[in-house]
């Protein structure tokens, strides 16, 4: 046996998936061992990353088998301490105290944090069920932190959200972003490998420290810490003076260029290059290396998302490629098509309930969630869900954060770990891992391919936990139980028939000869009676009655004329017309002609179910009379 026959066959039996520690889920095949992960390899059948993986994805393991997983639902004692208690406990419990939230305050105080992790997105689509039940309206996820500002620029400017190609990009620009650790970009170190060796490729890097991305850059734009828009701003400044933009492209898509000419002109670009810190001369090459690509891709994150005029570089950095044409086009940042709702230019933007602030693709900050639930307010937030996140640990002061929690009338957090977050929650469910459900993976933005990853279950649950599918619907199901266990006490009382209505009339059954109204014509009736009310023998006996006898039939609402069949299918006290009939239609001398009885003229639209409003049309009460 050859070597690598001997490799496949010790491989025959990993199974495979994805791992989950970072957006880009990359493909990997691995060898379960009991409960444990005990061998981890890159996937080459996958798709995107070919057989890709970084170094955190031995970790894995560490992730399945920690030893904070739950294995039971936890309620918080008076004490602080934790009892599990068992899972139809848990599920009443939590569904009584939102509902009681919503009932008594309204679903707008009930905030959500979460959502989807990394690698788990399909919980959170369930989660929108009991979310809509309770009337939920205000939530934050860990993007409110990063991504937000770049939603709200990239809606006003472009009307969606898009991504570089940085397989095919001539230039790439990284601004605070490292790639080599935090990848974002399927292969990421492969790729910066590829561009590095390629001398018809460069790489911009703007960090102030000197990253593992900054290290294998052509251009290293080493900015002093915090200083962003004015490196930024001298490159779009360069552009604009030194006339290195693309007039033509401009002039047949974009409008309002004059406006950014006037605002540009006037910088001096050797004072903003002092402010930032690099070189003068520097930034006009890679300004004229910008202007001269072929094709410019650029990749904003945390180093500017989440440091000082974040939303204001995202906006200088599109102004990069907006002002050379480098734009959906191969190599280019490109829109895709809109995931989340984004900003319009013109539009009401919605604000958060008590700081007013933005909502932004449907998120309020996490910086003011402390503040929003903390405020002596009408509409500070009484009770928390959070879902596969953890903000008492990763929002800004979680000490108050803490204290917010705590102040709350009831909160509940869904995860797979007792985590610093669940420490404070009243309710802790806990969830099946990401190995032990189904998951997918969308959020890869490459372009133009994309890959959709169904990832199966490799381990069966862990004992005591549910997917996030399943929790979702039980708390679903035990909201909705209250209002129907009152109905199902009262049914004694069923809205019915009495001396003067003595019938059930069922108003709309289906017949051979029924098509809705989509049949305006009824002539191909061959058969008995047309749009007849259906009668019992016994009834038809007791009213004097045979098939073809005319009687009128009378309801609370109206009344009209039919023709009997008596039919064996039907018992006494019920009758039957059916659904469609009544139309008015046109003959041949252009006379409109009616047959049969339209259900509707006889109905009553209060006739409905409590819950619902659904109409009672199988159940009307009438009265038949003989013609
Ligand atoms: N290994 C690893 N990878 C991850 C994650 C992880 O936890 N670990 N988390 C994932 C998540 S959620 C995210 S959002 C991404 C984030 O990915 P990145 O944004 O790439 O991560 P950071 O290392 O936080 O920040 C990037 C760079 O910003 C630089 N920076 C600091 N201050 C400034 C500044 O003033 N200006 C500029 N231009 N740069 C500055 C830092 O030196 C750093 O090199 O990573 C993802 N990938
Ligand atoms: N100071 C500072 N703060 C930061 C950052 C920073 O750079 N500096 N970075 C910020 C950024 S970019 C981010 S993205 C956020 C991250 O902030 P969060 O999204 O709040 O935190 P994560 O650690 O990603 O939380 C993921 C949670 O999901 C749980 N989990 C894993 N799998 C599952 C599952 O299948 N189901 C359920 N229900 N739960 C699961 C994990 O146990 C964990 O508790 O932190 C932010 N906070
Ligand atoms: S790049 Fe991300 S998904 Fe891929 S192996 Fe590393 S941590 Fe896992
Ligand atoms: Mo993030």
Redesign the pocket.
């Known amino acids: 046996m050859s070597d690598t026959n001997k490799r496949q066959n010790n491989n025959a039996d990993l199974k495979s998936t994805a791992c989950i520690l970072c957006e880009l889920n990359c493909g990997i095949k691995v060898r379960t061992d009991g409960s444990h992960i005990s061998k981890i390899i890159g996937d080459k059948a996958h798709p995107v990353s070919e057989g890709y993986v970084c170094e955190k994805t031995q970790r894995l393991d560490y992730y399945q088998n920690s030893p904070d997983r739950l294995t039971s639902p936890m309620r918080r004692r008076d004490d602080g301490s934790y009892e599990a208690i068992d899972w139809d406990t848990a599920i009443r419990e939590v569904a009584e105290k939102f509902t009681q939230v919503r009932d008594q305050f309204g679903g707008e105080r009930i905030l959500y944090y ?1 959502g989807g ?2 690698g ?1 997105h399909l ?1 959170g689509g369930y989660a929108n069920s009991w979310l809509k039940a309770l009337g939920v309206r205000y939530r934050s996820s ?1 993007l409110a ?2 991504k937000t500002g770049e939603f709200w620029v990239s809606g006003a400017m472009l009307g969606t959200m898009g991504r570089g190609d940085f397989e095919h990009a001539q230039v790439s620009m990284m601004i605070g972003k490292n790639p080599w650790q935090s990848h974002g970009i399927a292969r990421a170190r492969a790729v910066i490998r590829e561009i590095e060796k390629d001398p018809e490729r460069s790489l911009i890097v703007i960090d102030p420290r000197v990253s593992e991305t900054a290290e294998k850059a052509d251009y290293h734009l080493q900015v002093k810490p915090g200083t962003d828009a004015w490196c930024l701003s001298a490159l779009v400044a360069i552009l604009v003076q030194e006339n290195l933009i693309d007039r033509a492209w401009i002039d047949r898509h974009t409008s309002g260029y004059k406006a950014i000419e006037a605002g540009f002109s006037p910088i001096n670009v050797g004072s903003y290059a002092r402010r930032c810190g690099v070189e003068e001369g520097i930034l006009r090459e890679v300004a004229s290396v910008i202007a001269k690509a072929e094709s410019f891709s650029t990749y904003e994150d ?1 180093g500017i998302q ?1 440091s000082v005029h974040s939303t204001l570089n995202s906006w200088l950095q599109r102004l990069l490629w907006l002002t050379t044409g480098h734009f959906a086009r191969k190599g280019c940042y490109s829109p895709f098509v809109p995931l989340v709702p984004l900003v319009r230019v013109n539009a009401k933007e919605r604000r958060s309930p008590v700081l007013k602030e933005r909502v932004i693709t449907g998120l309020i900050p996490c910086n003011i969630m402390a503040d929003e639930i903390l405020a002596d307010h009408p509409d500070a937030y009484r009770a928390m869900i959070v ?5 008492v ?3 800004a002061d979680i000490q108050r954060l803490r204290d917010a929690m705590r102040h709350l009338d009831v909160s509940v957090v ?4 007792m ?1 610093e977050t669940a420490r404070e929650a009243d309710y802790v469910l806990p ?1 099946s ?2 190995y032990e459900k189904v998951e997918a993976t969308f959020f890869n933005f490459e372009t133009p391919r994309n890959t959709f990853h169904l990832r199966h279950p490799i381990f069966p649950p862990l004992k005591g936990t549910l997917p ?1 599918a399943e929790i979702h619907a039980r708390l679903l199901e035990a909201l909705a139980i209250p209002e129907l266990l009152q109905e199902l006490a009262t049914i004694d009382a069923l809205p019915s028939i009495d001396a003067e209505f003595p019938f059930v009339l069922s108003a709309g059954e289906r017949r051979s000869e029924t098509t809705n109204t989509i049949v305006r014509d009824t002539a191909w009736h061959k058969k008995g009676v047309y749009a007849s009310l259906a009668m019992s023998p016994a009834d038809a006996d007791k009213l004097g009655c045979n098939t073809g006898s005319q009687v009128r039939v009378i309801t609370p609402r109206g009344s009209g004329i039919a023709e009997i069949t008596v039919s064996e299918r039907m018992q006494p006290g019920h009758v039957s017309l059916p659904n469609g009939a009544g139309l008015s239609i046109r003959g041949d001398d252009d006379q409109y002609v009616t047959k049969g009885l339209a259900p509707n003229e006889l109905t009553d639209a209060q006739w409905r179910d409590p819950i619902a409003g659904t109409p009672w049309h199988k159940h009307v009460p009438a009265r038949v009379e003989r013609l």
């Open positions: 979460g992790g990394q788990n919980g860990a932190q990063e945390l989440m879902d596969s996140g953890n903000p640990h990763s929002v869904i995860d797979v770990a985590t969830a891992s990401q996030e």
